[in-house]
């Protein structure tokens, strides 16, 4: 069963980096699929933040490429996102998302999502 | 960036009903068109991908159609259980785009 799992600070400071880490089960990062993150301010819709494959590929939504790194770590089947000079508008649910193949770029299982809130 | 719009934002309909929602594309997107359900306080859950094809796991209630610039999300028989926000998505082209959400009440 695939699961994906959401870690990082729930509270950070304006300015500073925020780092997320999705840690993955049911299924090998190294499979052909890309590694997503998306996220959600409160009470509003969902944002594709970008996505990451096991060949090193990545793709950043053009709104946040100059702020946003993401990584892959197969020996620990974990994929991460940090995003620099956060301000209150970063502030939502973040969710680390699977698609259900490389070229087949749909959503199809989810995180739990973390809330992370940008204030000082 | 391809724009999704979808319509109505919200609605109210009463078990039972048949419930439609439409989301343009900006563009023509082909049937790279996906569908979520995310209730409240949860995650988002993909219904319908590639336009038409229902996930392994979603009640056959729900439908989807379209290609193109337009397409539909259809709910046959609407239960209490369907009371959520709805989501497009286009898989066309990068960045990956979302529409704004349809919320649906019951009456």
């Known amino acids: 069963q695939v699961q994906l799992q959401e870690s990082g600070p729930g509270l950070v400071k304006p300015s500073d980096t925020l780092s997320l880490t999705c840690a993955v089960s049911?299924?090998?990062?190294?499979?052909?699929?890309?590694w997503a993150w998306i996220r959600q301010p409160p009470g509003k819709g969902l944002e594709w933040i970008g996505y990451?494959?096991?060949?090193?590929?990545?793709y950043y939504s053009p709104s946040l490429k100059s702020r946003v790194t993401m990584s892959l770590d197969t020996s620990k089947n974990k994929f991460s996102l940090k995003m620099n000079s956060v301000t209150a508008v970063d502030t939502a649910v973040y969710y680390c998302?699977?698609?259900?193949?490389?070229?087949?770029?749909?959503?199809?299982?989810w995180g739990q999502g973390i809330l992370v809130s940008v204030s000082s | 960036d391809i724009q999704m719009t979808q319509s109505p934002s919200s609605l109210s309909a009463s078990v039972g009903d048949r419930v439609t929602i439409t989301c343009r594309a900006g563009?023509?997107?082909?049937?790279?068109l996906n569908w979520y359900q995310q209730k409240p306080g949860k995650v988002p859950n993909l219904l319908i991908y590639?336009?038409?094809t229902l996930q392994k796991g979603v009640p056959s209630r729900f439908s989807g159609s379209g290609s193109g610039i337009d397409f539909t999300l259809t709910i046959s028989s609407l239960e209490a259980d369907d009371s959520a926000s709805y989501y497009c998505?286009?898989?066309?082209?990068?960045?990956?785009?979302f529409g704004g959400g349809t919320k649906v009440a019951i009456k």
């Open positions: 998302v699977k698609t259900g193949s490389l070229l087949s770029r749909y959503f199809d299982f």
């Open positions: 049911g299924v090998s990062i190294n499979n052909n699929n890309w």
């Open positions: 990451i494959y096991y060949g090193g590929a990545t």
């Open positions: 563009q023509n997107i082909g049937n790279n």
């Open positions: 590639d336009s038409d």
């Open positions: 998505q286009q898989s066309f082209d990068l960045p990956l785009t």
